[in-house]
């Protein structure tokens, strides 16, 4: 944030500094950072009051305060930014927000055309953010954010269309230009009808870039509009010029060319270069156009007198109740009250087969339900529904940047300076080294470079890639936050994983019943008495044998510590460990107890049902390793990581997952935050390190490792904290991930190679270093060509992340 004069004072509002104790710290927290004058916090007023004396100041003294653990109330938004055009009007947008009063941070990414900004709420707010971008040619779109969206697919419609139709003409009105430049050039008034074709083109059709630089010089900035008003505007004054003083040239006994053609195609590729742009760049962003589509504009509300009403999705409130029909999209997220069907969740999950729903299942907006009907209470609408996070957690991690986008940022920023002057200085030893056709060939060959050289293609390599590669992610229920984290999973070669919901299904569940003599008559006995049974295991034998009946009983009682036992028909039956069965001297047989002993060795709880002589079934329940588990530790394993599991399971328990799913380094009984200690060893050791959790005792590990990956179905704040979120807690989606991190940073390689080499090779041969070896020159009009196609070169890379496996 800027200070705009000296010695300002700023008011920053404060979090959690209720106590003396807490001034104190942040006092000398604020001491640390330079160039704040004066500092002192106010606690009755909530605030720090400090004296500031540069730009960088404000979010020195933010992050300091953060650092010691204390809040400052900002606010953060992202806003669309219209009319940018390349990667500098970008960098000359997040310049002028960075300089606003207030503004604590700010991040334009060209590639999704969003601004990201945080600032302090009583210093700025949106509308004066807005007239500053307007200053500078551009604007930003600060409506409500429901139906942010719409208005911008209708302006970006509208510009598309816009930007069609300028391409088209600027092609028909150059294709004569170009036939008589080259073919007839000594044809009867060859030079004025090249003139009237090119002059509409020039003026008319790229008059937008000359009024972007225009904006740009008063702010004593410059961009890729600057380069190529100076380049066609040189060419056509230059062009004129010679038109109507040819005897200035041929009194000097020069031929005066005229260049009407390079000035009118440099505008027509560059406008198509842009069209092409516009297109691919608008594939790239598919993924939230897809996620969007998920969710239905109305719904059938149920009214308290039990009418139903079509109401829109915005105006739906927590609590109401909502008709689903066969094959309806689910609006909102919610529980359902009545009625069964199968819901499809593959937009979630990425698992095809629907999902059974029944009354107290959760139901989530986008999914869409099969053949039967329901009704569901409403639970999160509006922005608050898991479609809505996603939504967002998508834009955010395409707006983002990753590390190396920050270093192609800078290079941008000074790139357009340098070309000019590479440009000057191309003149220059052009009209000096260049003899009787200096002048007229310096004058091309700085034309040639400020055309060649638009950073269009630097600045859309990495952005492009991220966009796709975030958007894939999301397709393959891989929902990544940021791009620095999918940058950094190409490097992970370590993972930690929790078992516990992680590896297991997190939850017990019955993994084998065996019956004496096969005879499983008495079942629904077994069912009736586990229905009545508080113990947590007596759930999963309830949920084991769903669609048994159970039968009335005449007397249950629990037995702590042991099982339970009821009466049915005056016989007595018992359901509980071995001990309470030996307490009632109830025989056990040698088949059954094979069972038991075998189940135990593989760590599994083992409960027994008998009646009052002998055992009738032993039951086997454990947390059940999920099915896919075993062959992602396989696949991750393959691609060189080494993988770690750390539980709070005693030592029995965990090294018999260890075994079964063939994880080599395990530690049990491990409390929490030596979780995090455990990454910090690994990290010393030079590892990059993921973390992969599920619950909130995982929340400080995910904090701690290099890649934080969270499981869709754990807890709110694991999700909160990782930088990945598996929504269908499908372990195979990790090595998913990293392939799919080191796909996008090949991309990234190769689209930041081509761009640099493009300008590295375009530029001297642009400024004629061939003339002397074999008197090539580069013509300013394949320049153009070459500058526009570089830009969709890099787009159309970037675009086939998507169809890779």
């Not at 707010?125 to 697919?153: C, F, P, R």
Request: glycine content about 8%.
């Amino acid at each position: 944030m800027a200070a705009n004069n000296s010695n300002e004072i700023i008011y920053l509002p404060l979090e959690d500094v209720e106590s003396e104790h807490c001034a104190l710290i942040v006092e000398k927290g604020l001491e640390q950072v330079k160039g704040i004058d004066s500092h002192k916090v106010e606690l009755n007023n909530r605030r720090a009051v400090i004296t500031v004396d540069n730009s960088e100041v404000v979010a020195g003294a933010v992050k300091a305060i953060r650092d010691l653990g204390y809040g400052v109330s900002t606010v953060q938004n992202t806003f669309p930014v219209l009319g940018m055009t390349c990667a500098s009007c970008a960098g000359s947008t997040e310049s002028i927000v960075k300089s606003q009063e207030g503004v604590v941070s700010a991040s334009v990414n060209f590639a999704t055309g969003n601004l990201t900004v945080e600032y302090l709420p009583n210093m700025t707010d949106a509308i004066k953010l807005q007239k500053a971008v307007q200053s500078i040619g551009y604007d930003l779109l600060i409506e409500d954010e429901n139906t942010q969206q719409e208005t911008l697919e209708a302006i970006h419609a509208q510009k598309f269309q816009k930007l069609k139709t300028k391409t088209i003409w600027a092609i028909i009105l150059s294709i004569p230009v170009v036939i008589i430049g080259m073919f007839f050039m000594d044809m009867p008034y060859a030079n004025p009808i090249m003139w009237f074709f090119a002059t509409p083109v020039v003026i008319w059709l790229g008059k937008d870039f000359f009024i972007n630089a225009w904006k740009q010089a008063k702010h004593r900035s410059a961009n890729m509009d600057t380069l190529v008003a100076l380049s066609t505007s040189i060419a056509y004054i230059f062009s004129v010029f010679n038109m109507l003083f040819a005897d200035f040239w041929h009194q000097r006994g020069l031929h005066a060319h005229v260049y009407f053609e390079a000035a009118a195609v440099i505008i027509a590729f560059i406008l198509l270069g842009k069209l092409l742009e516009e297109k691919a760049k608008g594939n790239t962003s598919s993924a939230i156009k897809k996620l969007m589509g998920l969710q239905p504009k109305t719904v059938i509300v149920i009214q308290t007198d039990g009418t139903e009403k079509q109401t829109a999705i915005e105006d739906v409130n927590v609590g109401e109740v909502i008709l689903v029909k066969p094959g309806e999209k689910i609006a909102v997220d919610g529980m359902v009250t009545s009625g069964t069907s199968y819901v499809d969740e593959s937009m979630l999950s990425g698992e095809p087969v629907p999902v059974l729903k029944a009354e107290g299942e959760k139901v989530f907006a986008g999914t869409i339900n099969q053949k039967g009907s329901f009704r569901f209470q409403a639970i999160k609408v509006g922005k608050e529904t898991m479609l809505a996070q996603i939504i967002k957690m998508v834009q955010d991690a395409q707006g983002s940047k990753a590390p190396v986008q920050k270093l192609v940022d800078k290079i941008a920023g000074i790139f357009v300076p340098v070309v000019i002057g590479i440009a000057i200085l191309t003149f220059i030893l052009w009209f000096i080294l260049g003899g009787e056709n200096g002048v007229v060939q310096g004058m091309l060959a700085a034309i040639t470079v400020l055309v060649i050289a638009c950073p269009c293609a630097l600045g859309l390599a990495t952005p492009t890639a991220i966009m796709v590669g975030v958007g894939k992610g999301a397709e393959k229920g891989i929902l990544i936050k940021d791009a620095e984290s999918l940058e950094l999973a190409k490097k992970v070669n370590a993972i930690v994983l929790d078992k516990t919901g992680t590896i297991t299904e997190g939850r017990p569940q019955v993994t084998g019943i065996q019956w004496q003599d096969d005879d499983d008559s008495a079942k629904n006995i077994l069912l009736s008495i586990e229905k009545q049974s508080e113990h947590p295991l007596a759930e999963a034998v309830v949920k084991h044998l769903q669609g048994v009946q159970d039968i009335p009983l005449s007397q249950f009682d629990s037995i702590t510590g042991k099982g339970a036992k009821a009466k049915h028909k005056g016989q007595i039956y018992f359901v509980g460990n071995k001990k309470l069965l030996q307490e009632n001297n109830i025989a056990i047989s040698e088949y059954l107890l094979k069972h038991a002993a075998d189940w135990s060795r593989q760590s599994k709880t083992v409960i027994w049902f008998a009646d009052s002589k002998k055992a009738l079934s032993v039951i086997a329940i454990s947390d059940k390793i999920k099915e896919t588990s075993v062959i992602a530790i396989q696949k991750m394993q393959e691609i060189g990581i080494d993988l770690y599991m750390l539980t709070g399971d005693n030592e029995t328990t965990t090294k018999a997952i260890a075994e079964q799913t063939g994880i080599k380094h395990y530690k049990a009984e491990v409390l929490p935050q030596h979780k995090a200690d455990f990454i910090k060893e690994l990290q010393q050791q030079g590892k990059t390190v993921a973390m992969v959790g599920d619950g909130i005792n995982d929340s400080t590990a995910l904090a701690t490792a290099d890649v934080s990956i969270a499981m869709g179905k754990g807890s709110d704040i694991a999700m909160d904290v990782a930088k990945m979120t598996i929504i269908s807690s499908d372990l195979t989606k990790i090595p998913e991930a990293i392939k799919l991190s080191r796909q996008t940073v090949a991309t990234i390689k190769q689209n930041l190679f081509w761009a640099f080499i493009y300008n590295l090779v375009g530029i001297p041969l642009a400024a004629g270093i061939l003339y002397p070896v074999n008197g090539f020159q580069l013509n300013p009009m394949i320049a153009g060509a070459a500058m526009a196609l570089s830009s969709v070169s890099v787009v159309t890379n970037s675009l086939r992340l998507k169809w890779k496996k």
